[in-house]
């Protein structure tokens, strides 16, 4: 039986390109129809070049990927290049991939999949700026209706921000594109900072990659070491969060996290807290439920399921 109809929408990045490899380690439960790709950690050009290598190294050249929007909606756009390289794959050798990206753009392929598709048939996992999705509403408002799921990676409550003292970074890249998709009447699963927090990579669980060889595992332990000495060169301390990757492992095993239901806002207009997630518990006929809000996660399951999902490219 196939797996569950997937496309990732990303901006590859470290934690994406983790996130990627995981997902694409897992056919037999995740179907992935294509890789989308948006301009975000790095920009838009860099983005779908790093989609289509990890695509390579996971050893899955056929499944496409498509290079959608260059910008944010609204707002100028900004990078995370200071958290994931210049490249954006930390120190991973990068070079020109074998298979480029599709000729069709990744709002276009949204559009034209989700239409094609049964309706509830496909989940989105959105590991980047929410741009691709917001764009592809705006579109074509008939395809809200036709999504299963929208699972994402995005926003901070309790932990306060990663970019911002209150906004983490894939929110505040594009907060207007995240609020037409947080109003849009989706099925929306956020996992923000207050769960991906919880998931780290500590140096024992780091250990535990070396004990598998694969050029995959291998590239995931390069990824998270650059990732850690770039939390202890930024200041940040302590070992570091494997956020993206999140929105696989609850694709696969979400009896790791829990989720409370919340109405959910975004901060547009304000220029100090552009891009927060007001996420309120307590509902009402006023406060509807909008999202599921991710709150607590088996830290030790999660990087069980990693090192299995490394484990079958051996």
């Given at each position: 039986m196939?797996?569950?109809?997937?496309i990732?929408?990303?901006?590859?990045?470290?934690?994406?390109a983790?996130?990627?490899?995981l997902?694409l380690?897992?056919?037999?439960?995740?179907?992935?129809?294509?890789?989308?790709?948006v301009?975000g950690?790095?920009g838009?050009?860099l983005?779908?070049r790093?989609?289509?290598?990890v695509?390579?190294?996971?050893?899955?050249?056929?499944?496409?990927?498509?290079?959608?929007l260059?910008?944010?909606?609204?707002?100028?756009?900004?990078?995370?290049d200071?958290?994931h390289?210049?490249?954006?794959?930390?120190?991973?050798?990068?070079?020109a991939p074998?298979?480029?990206?599709?000729?069709?753009?990744?709002v276009?392929h949204?559009?034209q999949?989700?239409r094609s598709?049964?309706?509830?048939?496909?989940t989105?996992a959105?590991?980047?700026?929410?741009?691709?999705?917001?764009a592809?509403?705006?579109?074509?408002?008939?395809?809200v209706?036709?999504?299963?799921?929208v699972?994402?990676?995005?926003?901070?409550?309790?932990?306060?921000?990663?970019i911002?003292?209150s906004?983490?970074?894939?929110?505040?890249?594009d907060?207007?594109?995240?609020e037409?998709v947080a109003r849009?009447?989706?099925?929306?699963?956020?996992?923000g900072?207050d769960?991906?927090?919880?998931?780290?990579?500590t140096?024992?669980?780091?250990?535990?990659?070396?004990?598998?060889?694969s050029?995959q595992?291998?590239?995931v332990?390069?990824?998270?070491a650059?990732s850690a000495?770039?939390e202890a060169e930024?200041?940040l301390?302590g070992?570091?969060p494997?956020?993206?990757?999140?929105?696989?492992?609850?694709?696969l095993a979400?009896?790791?996290?829990?989720?409370r239901?919340?109405h959910?806002?975004?901060?547009t207009e304000s220029?100090l807290?552009?891009?927060?997630?007001?996420?309120?518990?307590?509902l009402?006929a006023?406060r509807?439920?909008?999202?599921?809000?991710?709150v607590?996660a088996?830290?030790d399951?999660?990087f069980?399921?990693?090192?299995d999902?490394?484990?079958?490219y051996?």
């Amino acid at each position: 039986m196939p797996g569950l109809p997937l496309i990732i929408d990303c901006d590859p990045g470290v934690d994406d390109a983790v996130a990627l490899l995981l997902a694409l380690a897992a056919p037999e439960a995740l179907d992935v129809l294509a890789i989308t790709t948006v301009a975000g950690n790095v920009g838009g050009a860099l983005t779908a070049r790093n989609a289509c290598l990890v695509r390579e190294l996971a050893g899955r050249p056929e499944v496409p990927v498509f290079a959608g929007l260059d910008r944010p909606l609204v707002r100028a756009p900004v990078a995370a290049d200071h958290f994931h390289g210049e490249s954006g794959l930390g120190d991973l050798p990068v070079r020109a991939p074998a298979r480029g990206p599709e000729t069709a753009g990744a709002v276009d392929h949204l559009v034209q999949t989700l239409r094609s598709r049964p309706a509830g048939d496909v989940t989105l996992a959105v590991t980047g700026p929410m741009t691709n999705l917001a764009a592809a509403m705006r579109e074509a408002p008939d395809i809200v209706a036709r999504i299963r799921q929208v699972v994402a990676m995005g926003g901070a409550r309790r932990e306060g921000g990663n970019i911002t003292a209150s906004a983490e970074y894939n929110i505040h890249a594009d907060p207007h594109a995240a609020e037409i998709v947080a109003r849009s009447g989706v099925d929306l699963v956020l996992l923000g900072l207050d769960v991906t927090h919880q998931v780290t990579a500590t140096p024992p669980r780091r250990a535990r990659l070396k004990g598998l060889d694969s050029p995959q595992a291998r590239a995931v332990g390069q990824l998270l070491a650059f990732s850690a000495r770039t939390e202890a060169e930024i200041g940040l301390g302590g070992p570091p969060p494997m956020h993206d990757p999140c929105v696989v492992l609850w694709l696969l095993a979400p009896d790791l996290f829990r989720l409370r239901p919340c109405h959910l806002a975004i901060e547009t207009e304000s220029p100090l807290t552009l891009g927060h997630t007001a996420v309120e518990f307590r509902l009402s006929a006023g406060r509807p439920q909008t999202a599921l809000w991710g709150v607590e996660a088996d830290a030790d399951g999660a990087f069980d399921q990693v090192c299995d999902l490394l484990g079958r490219y051996g």
